[in-house]
């Protein structure tokens, strides 16, 4: 399971990505994939759109994805080589009750 806030910024960074994607690369597909790993879930977004020759300037929306990926130590990768692609990748505080110590409290 990912704490809420982790699963509240995925969300976010996948509708501005999904938004984006359709309103300016005037994208008919995207494909979503999620991978977790023991210290982190990275969230792929690709679409079929146009894919810009310029490098990516930063608007409100990537901004605010970066900002909030940033904001728990996460990051926020952008591609487009083959086709435009967003990720971000957030770590997963995951914590296994077997390995914590026990704190007597007196």
Do not use: C, W
């Not at 996460?74 to 914590?100: A, C, D, M, W």
């Amino acid at each position: 399971d990912l704490y809420p806030s982790l699963e509240f910024i995925l969300y976010r960074n996948g509708q501005e990505a999904i938004s984006n994607a359709i309103r300016h690369g005037a994208a008919t597909q995207v494909q979503i994939t999620l991978v977790y790993s023991t210290n982190e879930v990275a969230m792929h977004i690709s679409n079929n759109g146009i894919v810009p020759a310029e490098p990516t300037v930063k608007g409100l929306g990537l901004t605010g994805m970066e900002d909030r990926s940033q904001l728990i130590g996460g990051k926020l990768l952008i591609s487009n080589e083959e086709q435009y692609t967003v990720t971000t990748i957030l770590p997963t505080f995951r914590h296994n009750n077997s390995n914590q110590s026990e704190v007597d409290y007196k």
